[in-house]
C-alpha cells in the first residue's frame, strides 16, 4: 500500500471510532438524564412542578441558584419532562408535562419510584450476559428485586385500572360471567396483585386465591388487598405454584405466564388444569407481540429479551404458542381474542 492509502485508510478508521463515540454519548443522554430527574424527583422539585413553577422559586424553596435551576428546567424541557407554563404565574415559568405529570401523580400504580427502581434494575442486571453459564449466580429474580419487577407490573385498583381491566374482561364475556358470579378465581403468579385486586374491586362477590412464590411480593400484596377493602374475599398463598395440591376448585383461573421459566411451565399448567373444575377456563395473555420482538428486533425489544431469557423464561411467546402449551396439558378450545391489552388465549378443562 502506497503512503496514500495508508493516509486515508488511518482518515477512514478515525471518522469510524468517531462515529461510534458520538452513537455511545448519544446513549449516555439517557443514562444522565434519568440520573437528573432521580435527583429532581428526589429533591422534591418534580413534586412543585405539578403547579406551575418559576425557576425563582424553586431555587428560594431548594436552595439552588435561579442559573442552575433555568438550566436544569431547560434539559428537562428538551426531554419533555417540563413544559413551558402559560404565564399566568410571574417570570418564566414550567410545569410537568401532561404524562410526566401523570407519571409522578402515581396514575394507576404507574409511578415514577417504581419506574427509575426497574429501570435501576435492568441496568444492573443486563452485564450479566456476559457471563460464562457456569459462573451464573442463579437465573431467578429473589426478594426486593422480585418486589422492584412485580411493582413495575402491577397496577393499583385506581378507576383508571378498573376501566383497563373492565375493558380486558368486555372482550371475554365468558370468563367476565364466570367472575361476575363469584369464581372462585385462582390467580397464578400474582405479583402485587395488579389484576387480581383490581378484579375483586370490580366484581364484589368474588373470591379468589393469589398464588406468589416470593415472599416480600406476597406480603406487598396482601397489605394492598387490606388497602382496598378486599382482604375478606381473597387468599394470597405463598408458594411455588407447583406446590398447590388444590382440585377441582376453582371456575376460572388467571395465569401470569410471561413470568414463568421454562422448567416450570409444564407442572404449572398440570397444577392449574388439577384445580379447575370440569369446565373451568384459563386465561393467559400474549405479553410482547411477536411482531415486535422476532420479525422486526428493536433495541428495547433486544434488551428486553436478554433480561427474560437470562431467566430462562420464553420471552414473547404468540397466542398460537401459548394455546398449544395449553394443549399439552389437557385444555381444549382455545380461542384468541384481540383485546386492548393485546392477544388474550382463553382455554377450557374439558367437561370429562
Ligand atoms: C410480575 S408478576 C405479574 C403481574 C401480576 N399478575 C399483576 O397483575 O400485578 C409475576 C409474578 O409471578 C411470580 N412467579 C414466577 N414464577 C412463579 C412460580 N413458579 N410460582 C408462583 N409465582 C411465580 C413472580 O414472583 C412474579 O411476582
Not at 220 to 241: L, P, Q
Request: one cysteine or more.
Amino acid at each position: 500500500m502506497n503512503v496514500n492509502g495508508e493516509h486515508d485508510q488511518r482518515m477512514e478508521s478515525v471518522q469510524a471510532a468517531m462515529a461510534a463515540r458520538s452513537a455511545v454519548r448519544s446513549w449516555a443522554e439517557g443514562l444522565e438524564l434519568i440520573e437528573l430527574v432521580r435527583a429532581t424527583h428526589r429533591a422534591g422539585w418534580l413534586k412543585q412542578l405539578r403547579g406551575e413553577t418559576t425557576a425563582a422559586e424553586l431555587a428560594a424553596a431548594h436552595g439552588t441558584s435561579v442559573k442552575q435551576v433555568s438550566e436544569v428546567l431547560a434539559v428537562l424541557s428538551s426531554a419533555n419532562v417540563v413544559r413551558p407554563g402559560d404565564g399566568s404565574s410571574s417570570g418564566d415559568s414550567f410545569r410537568l408535562s401532561p404524562e410526566f405529570d401523570a407519571l409522578v401523580a402515581g396514575a394507576a400504580g404507574v409511578e415514577m419510584t417504581v419506574v427509575l427502581d426497574a429501570v435501576e434494575l435492568a441496568r444492573s442486571q443486563v452485564a450479566r450476559a456476559v457471563r460464562p453459564t457456569d459462573q451464573e449466580p442463579g437465573a431467578g429474580i429473589e426478594g426486593a428485586q422480585a418486589l422492584v419487577l412485580a411493582r413495575d407490573w402491577g397496577l393499583r385498583p385506581t378507576p383508571a385500572a378498573r376501566q383497563l381491566i373492565g375493558m380486558l374482561y368486555e372482550a371475554l364475556p365468558e370468563f367476565r360471567a364466570r367472575l361476575e358470579s363469584g369464581g372462585p378465581l385462582l390467580d397464578v403468579g400474582t405479583g402485587v396483585g395488579g389484576a387480581l385486586i383490581t378484579g375483586l374491586t370490580l366484581f364484589e362477590g368474588l373470591r379468589a386465591v393469589g398464588v406468589e412464590s416470593v415472599p416480600e411480593v406476597a406480603a406487598e400484596c396482601r397489605r394492598r388487598t387490606e388497602a382496598a377493602g378486599v382482604a375478606d374475599r381473597v387468599d394470597i398463598r405463598t408458594t411455588d405454584a407447583r406446590a398447590l395440591s388444590d382440585e377441582s376448585a376453582f371456575s376460572a383461573c388467571f395465569w401470569a405466564q410471561p413470568f414463568f421459566s421454562e422448567d416450570v411451565r409444564a407442572d404449572t399448567l398440570t397444577v392449574i388444569f388439577r384445580a379447575l373444575r370440569p369446565d373451568g377456563l384459563l386465561l393467559v395473555q400474549e405479553l410482547f407481540p411477536p411482531g415486535s420482538t422476532q420479525d422486526e428486533p428493536t433495541l428495547r425489544a433486544g434488551l428486553d429479551r436478554l433480561f427474560f431469557t437470562q431467566r430462562h423464561i420464553p420471552f414473547g411467546l404468540s397466542a398460537e404458542e401459548l394455546a398449544a402449551e395449553g394443549h399439552a396439558a389437557g385444555f381444549r378450545d382455545a380461542r384468541v381474542t384481540d383485546s386492548a391489552l393485546g392477544k388474550l388465549v382463553l382455554m377450557r378443562k374439558p367437561d370429562c
